[in-house]
């Protein structure tokens, strides 16, 4: 259920179509600044966009766009600083409130602009909540985004973020475990449909607004995944995305992730890079992070084309503790490799029983059976650790 609560964030750029809209659309002016907070907050960029976040809400008092950027920007923030519990998550949460407050204002009379941030407030409230494995919380606050969408595409159909998030449901909701489908229909009332969420979020991806560059980062990570399998069109995607956010490296790891996939591995090493100039121009909260997961993946990818000495220069530099828990297994399962690949069988079968964690302990039995490198190459999952 995590990735489809995650899912349900929304980019909070209210663009449209060229349908003209029952409703007057926001100035100009506005959209132009909500463009430029947007690139702002997917580059990592946090100073800036605090600050142009707090000019859009001084500039547009009594408009919930200003006041849902805060909340954005503060909420990257504390994903970026590893979810601490020493109150960013309130803080957040507070501003969260101050978003809806406003939106709720705005109703009686901007119905559709102020059910879309109300949506787009409470669909972060959800992943926050998920993030925490609050899920319990999060499920209500998700399914109440959705019902604010729905109100939002009511009133001005041609709202194309409001669009981007029901894709984003019919979507995971369609790929969510049997058992979970009934829950999030009785929450939302509607099933999921892949393809019709597929269609909803190809359909913004390909438009001229704003909006665009979302859809097209939802639609990289949903291709880079088994379910779909579409590395290929992942990798022109991931491009483009880390093209225009380079301070950003959830494109550019996801990106050589997508390269081991397709066993390009000369690219993937390039991508990963753990000592490239890239490491030192991202915001100083994410670099050490962002360098660990790099080295792992250098780590690995040597391994995988069979350089071991090379793959034990970067495993000696890993810092494990900053690795996102959900690799911590596969940086054991690793080391364990490079035991095994240097001939130190009793050591590798040593490190391979402490390895935890479901998929990388179904690799180490394997590779207990069978000494590492046997088999088809076993590549770790792309975790974000942001």
Known sequence: MTAAL?????????????????????PPSIEAELSSVVDLFYDLDFDRAQKAADA?????????????????VAYQRWVAAGLPRDGSWTEVDRRLDEAIAEAKALEPSAPAEAHYYWGAALGFRARGLAAQKRFVRALPSAAASLRQLKLALADDPTLLDARLGLGM???????????????AHLLVGEAGDRERG????WSVARSTGPARMEARAVLSMILSKDD?????????????????YPHNPLYRLRRAYVAERRGRWAQAA?????????????????????RAQALYRA???????????????????????????????WALLRR????????????????????????????ARAFERAPFPTGAPVIAPFFTGY
């Open 299 to 329: 780590a690995e990818i040597e391994l995988l084309r069979r350089r071991p000495q090379e793959a034990a220069a970067f495993l000696g530099e890993l810092d494990d503790s900053v690795l996102p828990p959900e690799l911590r297994g």
């Open 6 to 26: 995650a899912a349900l964030v929304l980019l909070a750029v209210p663009s449209r179509a060229a349908a003209p809209a029952r409703r007057p659309a926001p």
């Open 56 to 72: 859009l809400e001084a500039r547009y008092p009594g408009r919930p766009a200003g006041p849902f950027f805060r909340a954005a």
């Open 169 to 183: 449901y019919h979507y995971f909701a369609a790929r969510m475990p049997p058992a979970a489908k009934p829950f």
């Open 198 to 201: 597929l269609l909803e979020l």
């Open 228 to 244: 779909e399998a579409d590395w290929a069109g992942a990798d022109r995607l991931l491009s483009q995305l880390m093209t225009r």
């Open 336 to 363: 364990a490799n490079l035991r095994d690949a240097l001939g130190d069988r009793a050591g590798a079968l040593a490190d391979y029983r402490r390895v935890r964690g479901k998929a990388p302990l179904r690799a």
């Open 270 to 290: 390039a991508l990963a890079a753990p000592d490239g100039g890239w490491i030192e121009a991202l915001h100083p909260a994410i670099r050490a992070r962002a």
